[in-house]
């Protein structure tokens, strides 16, 4: 079956970076994009980045662009999230998820991602 299992994640201070990592197995990777979404305690799921099947496309959350680079290594079935300059809102549960798609089109969507990992928590002290 489909898995997807998020690592990396810890307590780092603000400033600080962080790189999560998101090991795919039980699918085709180089057929999916992938996407990383957080959740915070109280509030909702939402959107951080997204690259296309290729790598060739890619987009991020205003909130984090600038700081945080996705990036994957079809080979390797992975997707990675490097978080640098890290502030104490940054602080969630962090969850990879995949979308089957061959196209550039990326979604911001958790609706759109029929995969998901079971999360990686991030928190950043001030």
């Known amino acids: 079956q489909v898995q997807l299992v998020d690592t990396g994640g810890g307590l780092v201070q603000a400033g600080g970076s962080l790189r999560l990592s998101c090991a795919a197995s039980g699918l085709t990777f180089s057929s999916y994009a992938m996407g990383w979404f957080r959740q915070a305690p109280g509030k909702e799921r939402e959107f951080v980045a997204a690259i296309s099947w290729n790598g060739n496309n890619i987009y991020y959350a205003d909130s984090v662009r600038g700081r945080f680079t996705i990036s994957r290594d079809n080979a390797k079935n992975t997707v990675y999230l490097q978080m640098n300059s890290l502030k104490p809102e940054d602080t969630a549960v962090y969850y990879c998820?995949?979308?089957?798609?061959?196209?550039?089109?990326?979604?911001?969507?958790?609706?759109?991602?029929?995969?998901w990992g079971q999360g990686t928590q991030v928190t950043v002290s001030s």
């Open positions: 998820a995949a979308r089957n798609s061959i196209t550039q089109v990326l979604r911001t969507s958790m609706r759109d991602y029929g995969y």
